[in-house]
């Protein structure tokens, strides 16, 4: 494996979006720990925590260490928040319009004054859409559809104007006759995983009251630690929610139902096929 793909690798993990992940982590391994005895998860969630600090700080100081100097607290959260909940003219609703940056400079890159103005944005939104349930039902809709319906996650046109020139073959599917097939091939994708895992879940909630109803333990059945990636699919949903609306930053997410989405598939397959045998 070359440098580049390492750092490539690294430089995805110390994203912060990858917390979404790690409390995913320590809920599910929490509960599978305390509920079985097993202490080495305490101790796989501690190894975890600290390499996720690491990756926040470490790289921080680095930097500073490099430049001799010490680094900013940067745009607050709070006003990214504060833009997912604004809709300009021409833009989809809670997409970027520059809000957290343009307020960061004029507070002179005071990140106090920043995150003060950004709640009272935030505050006046929420009164905004309680007092006009209509508008906040249409602008959450169409900002959840805009991320999650969007067949290729945007890629092909964040894509578009990079990394120099192309194939013949690729140009066909960025802007040819190639495009259509390519989105409508997408989207069939990614309504079946949608359908497996609503399909999965389903099961699984079924599953569970039949063994509860029985009296049975259900977190001693193995396999509580593969619901790690459906609850960090859960968090990164809420996540695009409260965020900037990108679909580029929800795809992560989607990739994690794949697997949920083939044995919700194969479920729905095994009840249809033994309909049609009582039939």
Request: hydrophobic share 45%.
């Amino acid at each position: 494996m070359s440098a580049a793909y390492v750092g490539l690798a690294a430089a995805v993990a110390i994203r912060k979006n990858t917390l979404i992940f790690v409390i995913a982590c320590i809920l599910v391994w929490s509960v599978a720990g305390v509920s079985r005895k097993r202490v080495r998860y305490l101790g796989i969630l501690f190894v975890l925590v600290a390499a996720a600090a690491a990756g926040v700080v470490l790289p921080r100081k680095f930097y500073e260490y490099r430049a001799k100097s010490t680094m900013g607290e940067g745009v607050p959260a709070i006003a990214y928040i504060a833009m997912g909940m604004q809709w300009d003219e021409g833009r989809s609703p809670g997409g970027w319009n520059g809000y957290h940056s343009d307020l960061f400079m004029e507070c002179s890159f005071n990140a106090e004054m920043t995150s003060r103005i950004s709640r009272e944005a935030v505050r006046d939104s929420l009164r905004y859409m309680v007092d006009h349930p209509a508008y906040m039902a249409e602008f959450y809709y169409y900002k959840l559809i805009e991320q999650w319906e969007s067949e290729d996650f945007g890629c092909l046109s964040e894509t578009l104007d990079f990394y120099g020139e192309r194939t013949p073959g690729a140009w066909e599917i960025y802007e040819g006759r190639a495009k259509g097939v390519f989105l409508t091939a997408m989207s069939v994708h990614q309504s079946l995983v949608y359908l497996g895992a609503c399909g999965f879940c389903i099961s699984g909630i079924d599953h569970w009251r039949k063994r509860k109803k029985r009296g049975e333990k259900c977190a001693e059945e193995g396999g509580m630690e593969g619901l790690v990636f459906l609850v960090t699919f859960i968090g990164g949903f809420l996540f695009s929610v409260m965020w900037e609306a990108e679909a580029r930053y929800v795809m992560p997410y989607f990739v994690m139902l794949l697997p949920y989405a083939a044995a919700g598939l194969a479920h729905i397959g095994r009840h249809m096929e033994s309909q049609s045998t009582v039939a």
